[in-house]
Each structure stands twice: as C-alpha cells, then as structure tokens.
C-alpha cells in the first residue's frame, strides 16, 4: 500500500463564468509516472500550476505531500515550491543574463545555498558538461530544457512537474529527454506529472489521465 | 549568487542601467550643488544685505543733554577711519505739524531730510548722500523733491488727506505756515508711510530748529559678529581694542562714526541684522525646497525606468518565483541592483554636483568655495533615498507578478 503523494477532493478552478476545472478527485501515489492529456484549453495547466502551489484553487481540497496547500500563505507556497517541486515549462524559462551552471545554481539559492560544484555534477549528468558557461541564447532548445530539468532536480524534490516540457523539441530530443527523466526518477524516486499531447511520450508514464474541459473523463494504466 | 545574479543583469541591460544611474547621479549633484551654496549664498547675501539700508543710527546722547546733533558735523563721517565702509548716510529732522490738504487736516509727523545731497568735503572724493542712498527700496509715486518747498508724502498719510503728486499741502507749526508742492507718494512697508517728508533745510526753518538734526541714519559694510565682536570694548586689552577697531564689526564701525558726531550716541541696528537672519532663513528653506523638488524628480525618473524595465523583465522574475523565490528573495535582488547603482550614482553625483556649485559660486558670487566634508555623506544618503523612493512602485509591482500568467505554457 502505498501512499498517496497529491490528493484531492472536489478541487476547481473557475475563472469568472470560465470553470477550467470542474470538481476533481484525484490521488497520485507516490513515485507514480502520471500522464495528463486532452485537448488544448481542456485544463491540464491549471491542474499542474495547482498541484505545483503556483495557483490557488477555486474550491475544494488539495494536499500535496501531506501539506495542505489552501493553509499556505504566498510565501509559504514559495517556500513549498522551493523544497518539494521541481518545475519544467515548455518553453525554456531560463533567466536569460545567467549562464547554465548559474541558472542552477538560482534554485539553490532560493533554497538554501548555492553550491557550484553540485550544479555542474547535475549539468553533467542531463550531459550538458560541455555547456557550462553558455547563456541560454547560446544554448539549442533540448539544451535549454536540460539545463531546466537540472534545475528542477537539484534540490532533490518529491515531486516533478512537467508542461509539456517536450512540446518544442523534435523527436530525437523528445527521446533524450524522456530517458534522462526515467533514468533520474530510477534514482531520485521523485513522483511525476506530465502535461502532454503526445501518446508517445505519455506511454513513458504508469498512468495516464485524460481531461475534456475540466473534467477527469478516463483513465488508462500502461503494462510494462 | 546575490552579486552574481546583480552583475549579470547590470552586463545584460547597460542601457537600462545607466538610465537610472543617470537619473539618480542628476538628484545626488543638483542636492550637492543646492547644499553645497547654500552655506556660501548665506554668507554673502549677508554681505549684499548689508549694502542696503542703515545699520547704524546715531542719536543725541542722553548724557550731553542737548537734544539734537549738528549739521555741520554731517561731513566728517565721510573722514572716519571706515569711511570707505559707509555705503551712504542720511539726517532726520522730526517735528509734529498740522497737515492739512483740500480741506482735509491732521496732525502729523514732518521729517526734514537728504533727498539726494551732493556732498562736497575737502580732501575726499565728492559724493550723494541722503534716503535714495540708503533707502533703494522706497517707492515713489511721481519723482523726488528737488526744490526746497517740494515735498513726499507717505502712502497711508497720503490716502488720509486724499492727497496725490501734483497736489499742494500746508504744514503749519507754531503759527508758521508753509506750503508744499506733493511731487510724490512714497510706499516703504513701515513707519514711513506715515509721514511728511521734506528737505531738511524747510523743516528746519519751520521748526525753527536751523543747522540742527534729531538722529542720522547710516549704512556700513561690516562683517559679520562673531564671539571676539560681541565682548565690550571697555573690557579689552589695548591690542584686543585695536583689533576690535581695525575690524568692520557694525559696533566698531558705530564707535567709529559717534567719535566725529558731536554729542552723539550710536547704536547698532539689531533689526536690520536680525531680519536679514530671517531673510537668510527664508533663502535657507526656499533651497532646501529645491532640493526636495530635484530629490522628488530625480527619484520618479528612476521610477519610471525600473517600471519601463519591470515589465521586459516580468519572465525572469516569474521564473524565479515559480523555482520558489519568495518576496524577501526577489525584493533583495531588485533593491540590491537600486543601492549599487545609488552608490556609483551618489559619487558621481557629488562629484558633479561640486562642479556644479563652484561654476554656480563662481559666475553668481565671483568667488570660489570649499565644500563641506559633510557633503559626502548627503550626496550619498540622498542618492540612497532617490533609489529607496524610486524602487518602491516598481517593488511592488514586481511582488505582483503572478508566474502562472507570464509563463503560460
Ligand atoms: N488566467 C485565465 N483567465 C481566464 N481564463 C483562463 C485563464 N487561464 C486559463 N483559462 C481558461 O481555462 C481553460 C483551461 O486552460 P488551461 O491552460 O488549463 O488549458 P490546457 O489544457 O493547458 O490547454 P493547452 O493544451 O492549450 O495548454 C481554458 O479555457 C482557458 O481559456
Ligand atoms: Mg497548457
């Protein structure tokens, strides 16, 4: 029996007359692979942005690694961003001044306290040693997006989110970073949710929910 | 990392930069400038000060009893060992007349008195003498009187008796009448305007008081008091007395000029420096105001860059709160790039702004000023308080932010 990581009860979203999501009840156990599709404006941000403490739901319940994330006040969500989530958008959210290591090294010094030696192991390991002192500018976007999943990961969260963290990236890149993610959940066992429209990468999940305009409307297990 | 992160942003956006270290460098110099004149501006508008109005007003002495000082004397005080301090000098004769005027009568005060005297003294420079000298504030409605029955009246009296320039008056003491051409209505702001006034010669005659003088009013250059000018002379050493003496103090002036004045006591105007001290209070605080005003706009400019690069930076800042930066986290970067630059802005601002006040000091005041050491500390203080006030919009608008709108995926 395993745990479960997120859980929630009747959680929505509703902005004005628009109800991106409409009441939800889901559990993610720990260390689960989960896969969230459906169509574009169907709610898979706003679900992730919740779960991720970076938006505040409308009604319902939401914990989160046992921390109940309606009690939190703004800093207090900053803080659990900081300790439990690691987050990869779409687009490369790099601070664009800073260069890869030092844009890992950012997450550490929100966190605790930045350690250049750990941020280029971590650059090493997405194979990015090459790359160090590149600016994102001069980085291609697969590059980009490992240096964020480097970021996400460093300070070793419970739980990493991913908006289709692969939507810009071709098909080789998409590969690369998929098996770099399952290589590093082997070790880390963090929980994952990911945002996507593409099947292929969603079968890298255990799980995969389908979401039609805020509604949790089926769900699918994978073998193997 | 803090450093790291602010250095990094300054190398990205030079312009952006400069912008607001330009911004806070004009509030820092324009605050040095005001501050640094202010003092020097104090010190000689109480010397242009000086040059106008008496100072120094020679009375009878109570001692000697006579009641009145001579005319014939007048000319030494052009002889006196400060002569070339004395910036003018004018008698007063006063007397109570019935006034009256078109049938209209009171009672008032007649002041004979210089116009504008030409004085000729053996041995000196000629010169004019009289209230146009030493009054250049008066105001005269029409002209001043150049004939002997020619007359000013002052502004309040003149209203009373519904007299203007070009009307006549009769001034009668004792049974002895005379009639005056009104050339002028003269506005002063005080006592004046309450009064006749008539060459001195006329009234002399008409008060029956020939070659005499109630009290002469004089204007000296004289420096300012310090603790050695406020000790009694009569209790100073011989060398202290002299150079008591051989300083233009306003006392030692009046000493000065009482010693050529037959039976006369003179007395230093306190009025007149202690409304000049208030003049220079009003200076004081018309700059201070200035300074505020150039802080206040040099400190919006600043805000209006940060916010114009608030809102291109909106991403970065969104990234940060969404990786877990909290309030303190993200404020500690944007205030720490404001001081930094408030730093250099406040150097660069002190240094410009010295330049600023010795161009000032030199085309205004022709001379040439040592600035304060405490000048260094208030460019920088005032350049922090720019930075301080500037950030506090743009601060707040970036705690705003909300991640999730900017970095819609
Ligand atoms: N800030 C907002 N204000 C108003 N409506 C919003 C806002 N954010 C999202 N929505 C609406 O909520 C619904 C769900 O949006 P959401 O971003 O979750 O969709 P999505 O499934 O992530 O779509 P996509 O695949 O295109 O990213 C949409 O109809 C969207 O228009
Ligand atoms: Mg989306």
Redesign the interface.
Known sequence: MVESIIETNGLTRSYGDICALKPLDLQVPEGEWLSVMGHSGSGKSTLMNLVGGLDRPTAGSLRVGGEDLLALSEDGLARFRREFVGIIFQQHHMVPYLTAVENVMLAQYFHSVPDEAEARSALERVGLGHRLKNRPGELSGGEQQRVCIARAIINSPKLLLGDEPTGNLDHKSTVMVMELLKELRAEERFTVIMVTHNQDVAAWGDRTIYLDDGVLVREERMKS | ??F??IK??F???PKAVLLVFLSIAMGAAVATAFLGIAGEISHKMALELRSYGANILLEPSAAQGGGFLREDDLPKIKTVFWKYNITGFTPYLFGVADISAGGKKERGVISGTWFAKQLEVPGEDSSVQGIKGIAPWWDVQGRWPEDADEAIVGATMAKRLGVVAGKELDATVGGRTRRFHVVGVVTTGGYEEEQLFAPLITVQSLLQRQGKVSRVLVSALTVPMDDFGKKDPASMTKEEYEKWYCTAYVTSVAKNVEEVMAGSRAKPIWQIASAEGSLLKKLNSVMLFLTVLALVSSATAVSTSLMASMSERS??IA???????????ISAIFVGETLIISIAGGVVGYLLGNQLAGIISRTVFNSTIASPLWLFPTAIISAFVVAIAGSVVPLRRALLI???RV???
């Not at chain 2, 990234?319 to 986290?329: C, E, I, P, S």
């Open positions: 990392m803090l790291r992160i990094n942003s190398l990205k956006r991403p970065e990234l940060m709160k969404a990786v877990g930066a909290d309030r303190l986290q909300e991640p999730v970095l819609k995926g």
